[in-house]
């Protein structure tokens, strides 16, 4: 109980920080890129009279690739390995840790902080690029079932990823680089290799969830979900679930026993 009390004042505390955090305003403009990229297209669609693909599949298609592969990757990247490195590296861990909390609630309280605002960057631009992108649908039920799934998978993205780089804050010097390497390497590449492999990505289990609508030219996400041999959905949620919450675990055994060295 005391942990989860001293928690919620870390959360406070580096929530209202990362509204004047230059890293926050700096992930808000590349999370304004999707939404200049849907504006453009549909400038383009009404230039056609509507004509081409439906903007609900542009959206599946372009957008959700480019959060799904990229954005959510980055942010989680920056967001969770500065959780440590940025109180090693700026020297303020001594002043964090003499308060009279537990550096598990420093794990949990800023983990908590950075990863809400990850969830309203990447939630507002999702949000505004479907209703660019779904003007003309808005009112209809399946194309909001659409957003509600998409953002369900990012959101889940967000969590676990986010914690796993906490972790390799935790652990690892240079984990920016490690974590460089994880996204763009293992996640972009073993996740289309054949057979039971493609399963040791966090990539796997969230394009699991998403349902591929295949038919059609320009099948929604097909490109995703080449090789693509899916787990079931519950099998997912819950694989994803138990990957964030073994990395924080570790991630705030690792801070709480290990003695951190300040370089001049």
Request: aromatic letters at 12%; hydrophobic letters at 55%; proline letters at 3%.
């Amino acid at each position: 109980m005391r942990t989860f009390a001293a928690s919620r004042s870390v959360f406070s505390f580096f929530w209202f920080a990362g509204r004047k955090a230059r890293r926050t305003r700096l992930m808000a403009v590349l999370g304004a890129l999707p939404v200049l990229a849907a504006l453009a297209i549909q400038i383009q669609r009404w230039a056609a009279a509507g004509s081409g693909p439906d903007g609900v599949r542009i959206f599946s298609n372009v957008i959700l690739a480019f959060y799904l592969q990229f954005l959510v990757l980055v942010l989680a990247l920056f967001y969770g390995t500065s959780i440590c490195s940025e109180e090693v590296e700026g020297k303020t861990l001594t002043y964090l840790t003499t308060r009279p909390i537990s550096k598990t609630a420093i794990i949990l309280g800023k983990y908590a902080a950075y990863a809400a605002w990850s969830a309203i960057l990447v939630g507002a631009g999702v949000l505004l690029s479907f209703l660019i992108l779904a003007s003309d649908r808005l009112g209809d039920p399946a194309a909001w079932g659409v957003l509600a799934e998409t953002l369900a998978v990012l959101l889940l993205g967000l969590l676990v990823y986010t914690a796993l780089f906490t972790l390799a804050g935790a652990a690892l010097k240079k984990s920016v680089l490690f974590g460089l390497f994880f996204c763009f390497g293992w996640e972009t590449i073993v996740q289309y290799f054949p057979g039971s492999t493609q399963k040791l990505t966090v990539m796997h289990y969230l394009k699991s969830i998403l349902k591929p609508e295949t038919s059609g030219p320009g099948g929604v996400l097909s490109f995703l979900f080449v090789r693509l041999e899916p787990t079931s959905v519950v099998v997912s949620v819950l694989t994803l679930l138990l990957i964030a919450a073994a990395a924080l675990a570790l991630a705030a055994s690792l801070f709480t026993r290990r003695e951190y060295l300040f370089e001049e």
